[in-house]
């Protein structure tokens, strides 16, 4: 919920920045890696095959190392999930700038849709 809780790239923002030490994901890994092994054990279950305590660990981990990859802003930006990975010294620089631009941009009607009650 983190990306999401920081307007991600889903809410369409006007600029993302990230300093080099960032970490970029909708959850932390250790999170992300038992959901993910508890859908590859389901899956491998179903199939018939029930994972020992031992592969489970080792699961664990190659997932948890895959997904670290995967959160790092050179991975995010190699996607274009941020604009641009930035020395945090220029950090009030570049929040200005990105202010100055945003205060250019039109602003679009809001438009809630249909509200159901």
């Keep these: 919920a983190g990306n999401y809780a920081m307007c991600g790239k889903a ?3 006007r600029l993302i ?3 080099p030490t960032a970490k970029i994901a909708v959850m932390g890994g250790d999170q992300a890696a038992k959901v993910l092994l508890q859908i590859q054990a389901s899956a491998m279950k179903a199939h018939g095959k029930e994972l020992t305590e031992k592969e489970k660990e080792e699961l664990l981990a190659e997932i948890r190392g895959r997904y670290e990859d ?3 802003p050179y991975y995010a930006a ?3 999930w ?3 990975i930035i020395d945090p010294l ?8 990105g202010i100055e631009a945003a205060n250019n941009a039109e602003v ?3 438009n809630p849709g ?3 009650t």
């Design 108 to 110: 679009e009607r809001f």
């Design 11 to 13: 809410y369409d923002p």
């Design 90 to 97: 220029e950090t009030r620089r570049v929040i200005s700038m």
């Design 114 to 116: 249909v509200i159901q």
């Design 78 to 80: 190699a996607r274009l």
């Design 70 to 72: 995967q959160t790092t």
């Design 82 to 84: 941020v604009d641009a």
């Design 17 to 19: 920045v990230a300093w």
